[in-house]
C-alpha cells in the first residue's frame, strides 16, 4: 500500500488549466482516469488526510503510486480525452457499465451495391444505418415480416445472393412477393436503393406520409376499379399499422429522445434507457456497475452518456436526452453532444407532463433491473452468507441459521389439504430433503391446526431418530443410513419458517413446545406486507426491501407455497382418475396399466370376455373372472370434471397415476414432480 504523500506532486507544478488526469499503480498500469476544469484544484483533494477521504477514493490512492496530466483548451476536449483514455486503458477504479445482454439491432447495409436488412450485434459499421436495440431478436424479425410485404428488401446473405445471380433463380422470398428480386434483375440497383430508403425512413419514424400516401393510391384504385390492386394497398396499410402498434406510442408530439433513468444503492447502480424514435418506444437497454468510485447520480448520467453516444454521430444521438440529474458541470456535456450530432442537443430534466410520466417508467424498469441483477447473485457465497447473518441479526439468533426448514399448507375449499416442507442450507436448495404431508388428524379448512399437525408429526420423528441414534453418540455416522444416505428426519434446524402471519407462527411454536424443543427457532413470514413475525411478539419485524435476508426469506416461502400446490393439485388430479378397477383385489398398477393398455379404454374392457381378459400377460383366469364380476357391479361412471378448469378427464391409456406411501412424510427425488406436472407460476 503506497503512501499518497510520496508521489504527491509540487503544488506549483500542477497547472490550473482543464485537462485529464491519470493515476497509475507500481507496475505502471493506469487504474483511474478523470477530468477537471482545474487540474490543481481537483488533484489536490486526492492528497487530503486519508481519513477524510471516501472509503473506495482511499483505495484508490493507496493502491495508486504515481499521477500524471494532460492539459487541453476546453472542458469539452477533456470530456472527449477521458472517454477515449478510459476506452483504452480499462481502467480499475473508473465506473464501467456492463451490459446485462448484448443486445440485438435492425440493421440496413446502405453501404453495399444492394442493400440488405438483417439483424446485427456487436461493434456498428460504417455505412450501416441500425434501428433499435431490441429486446429480443425475434421482436426484429416479426417487424421485418410485416414490413417486408411493402417495402421488399433483400434479406439474404451474399452467399444466397451470389448463387441467385448464377442460377438466374430468386430465393423463396422472391417467389412470394417479400423480395423485390434484384439478383434476377426485376428491379434496378437504383429502384432497390430506393425501396432500402423508404424501408429506413419508415423506421426512423417518419411514418404518417408515407402511409397517407398509400391511402390515396388505394382510394384511387377502387374509384379506376382496379379492385385487386386497391386489395394489395389495403393489405399493405394493414401489415404497416400492425407493425406501428409494435412499439407503443409513448409522447404524442413525435418526439425523438433518449430517456437515462438510474437506480442505486451503495455499492452498485444501474441505468435503463429507452429510444424513442417519431413518439413511439423503438428500443431499449440497461447497464449495470459496481461503485468502485465515489460517484453521484449526476456522474453516472455523465459516465452513461459517454458509452452511449461515444461512437455515436448524426441523427444517433436525439434532439433531446431527458436525464433525472444533470452532470456537473453541465454545459460541456451538452456542448459535447451538439458536436456529436451536428445539431443542437437539449440536456434537461422532464419537469411535468407525458415526458415525465414515462421518466417515471423508465426509472421503475432500472429499480427492476437493479433487483433482477442482485438476485442473479444468490448463487454467490458472499451473499448468501450476507443473507444468513441479515437474518439472524433481525430475528435476534445465536448464530446464523445454516439449515432452513419452510412450511405451507394447500387445499382447494378445504379438500386434499396437504403441506410442505423444503430445505434451504447454507443458502441454497437441498431437494433431497424435501418432504410432504397429507394432513389426516381432521377433516375440512383450518390452517392453523394443519401447521400444528404438520410441525409435530416433523419433529416427533425428529425425536424419534434422536433417540434411536442416541444423541448423535458417534457424530456423523449416526445421521447416515448404512449406503451413507442421510436418515430421514434426523437433521435439525436452525430455524423453522412458515407461510403466514401470528396465528400460523403460535400454531408452530405451540407444538415445538409441547415436543420440549426449545432450541429451534420460528418465524412467519406473511404475504402481504413481507412482515415477519415471531412468536409472542405483537410487532413485526420488518427487514429493508433491499435487504439479501428479506429476498432468501421470500424465495424460502414462495419454494414452499409451490411445491405444496403442486402436490395438492397432484392428489385432485388423481382423485379425479379414480375408476372401478381400483376396487379390485390383488390388482396392482403394473396389470391395470397392461390392462388398459390392451384394451384401450375401462369401456372396452368392461365389455370384453374372461377369455378375451386372460389374454393381457399377466392376468390369469381367476384374476380375468375378478375383473369381470367387480366391472359388472360398478356402475359406468360419469365423466370426472375438474371442478378448478371444468376440464373433463378422460380415462388415461397409459402413464401410472400417482402412488401413495404407506408413510404420510414423502420423500421426494429433486425435481420429479416439477418434470411431471409443470412448474408452479
Known sequence: MADPSSYRPKPGQIPESPGVYKFRDEHR??????????????????????????????TMVTTAASVEWTVVSTEVEALQLEYSWIKEFDPRFNVKYRDDKSYP????????????????????????????????????????????????????????????????????????????????????EDEHRDLAEEFCDFMAGRTGTYLRRLERQMTDAAEEMEYERAGRLRDDIEALKKAMEKSAVVLADATDADLIAVAEDELEAAVQIFHVRGGRV???????????????????????????????????????????????????????????????????IPQRGDKKALMETVRRNAQQSLVLHKTKRASDLTTRSRALEEIAEALELDSAPLRIECYDISHLQGDDVVASMVVFEDGLQRKSEYRRFQIKGFEGQDDVRSM??????????????????????????????????????????????????????????????????????????????????????????????????????????????????????????????????????????????????????????????????????????????????????AAPAAPAVNT??????????????????????????????????????
Open 644 to 681: 378448478a378448469t371444468g376440464e373433463i378427464m378422460e380415462d388415461e391409456e397409459d402413464g401410472a397415476p400417482e402412488t401413495t406411501a404407506d408413510s404420510p412424510e414423502e420423500p421426494v427425488t429433486a425435481g420429479a414432480s416439477d418434470k411431471r406436472r409443470g412448474q408452479e407460476t
Open 29 to 58: 498500469r493506469v487504474i483511474y482516469v478523470g477530468k477537471a476544469k482545474s487540474l490543481r484544484q481537483r488533484l489536490a483533494n486526492y492528497f487530503q488526510d486519508l481519513a477524510s477521504l471516501h472509503p473506495r477514493t482511499r
Open 105 to 188: 439491432y435492425l440493421a440496413v447495409t446502405m453501404n453495399e451495391e444492394f442493400p440488405r436488412v438483417q439483424v446485427m450485434r456487436g461493434h456498428k459499421r460504417k455505412g450501416v444505418r441500425y434501428f433499435g436495440p431490441y429486446g429480443h431478436a425475434w421482436a426484429i424479425r416479426d417487424t421485418v415480416d410485416l414490413l417486408l410485404r411493402v417495402f421488399p428488401v433483400r434479406t439474404c446473405s451474399a452467399g444466397v445472393f451470389k448463387n441467385a445471380v448464377r442460377t438466374g433463380r430468386p430465393c423463396l422470398l422472391g417467389y412470394i412477393g417479400k423480395c423485390s428480386a434484384p439478383c434476377v434483375g426485376r428491379v434496378s
Open 452 to 633: 400444528h399437525e404438520v410441525i409435530t408429526r416433523r419433529f416427533r420423528r425428529y425425536i424419534a431418530e434422536k433417540e434411536k441414534t442416541g444423541e448423535w453418540a458417534d457424530g456423523e455416522t449416526a445421521l447416515t443410513e448404512d449406503d451413507g444416505r442421510p436418515k430421514r428426519f434426523a437433521y435439525p434446524p436452525q430455524l423453522v419458517v412458515v407461510d403466514g402471519g401470528q396465528p400460523q407462527v403460535a400454531a408452530a411454536k405451540k407444538a415445538l413446545d409441547e415436543l420440549g424443543i426449545d432450541d429451534i427457532a420460528v418465524c412467519g413470514l406473511a404475504k402481504r406486507l413481507e412482515e415477519v413475525w415471531l412468536p409472542d411478539d405483537d410487532n413485526p419485524v420488518v427487514l429493508p426491501r433491499t435487504s439479501e435476508g428479506l429476498y432468501l426469506l421470500q424465495r424460502v416461502r414462495d419454494e414452499a407455497h409451490r411445491f405444496a400446490i403442486t402436490y395438492q393439485r397432484a392428489k385432485r388430479a388423481k382423485r379425479f382418475r379414480a375408476g372401478p378397477l381400483d376396487d379390485v383385489p390383488g390388482l396392482g398398477e403394473t396389470r391395470k396399466q397392461a390392462l388398459i393398455k390392451h384394451f384401450g379404454s375401462v369401456k372396452k374392457l368392461r365389455s370384453a370376455t374372461i377369455d378375451q381378459i386372460c389374454e393381457v400377460p399377466g392376468i390369469g383366469r381367476k384374476t380375468a373372472e375378478t375383473i369381470a364380476v367387480a366391472l359388472a357391479q
Open 282 to 348: 423503438r428500443g431499449q437497454r440497461g447497464w449495470v456497475t459496481d461503485k468502485v468510485e465515489a460517484v453521484t447520480t449526476g456522474d453516472l448520467v455523465e459516465h452513461a452518456i459517454q458509452q452511449l453516444y461515444g461512437e455515436e454521430t448524426g441523427d444517433s444521438v436525439p434532439k433531446e436526452v431527458l436525464v433525472p440529474a444533470l452532470p456537473e458541470p453541465t454545459e460541456p456535456v451538452q456542448e459535447w453532444l451538439t458536436e456529436r450530432r451536428g445539431a443542437i442537443v437539449s440536456l434537461r
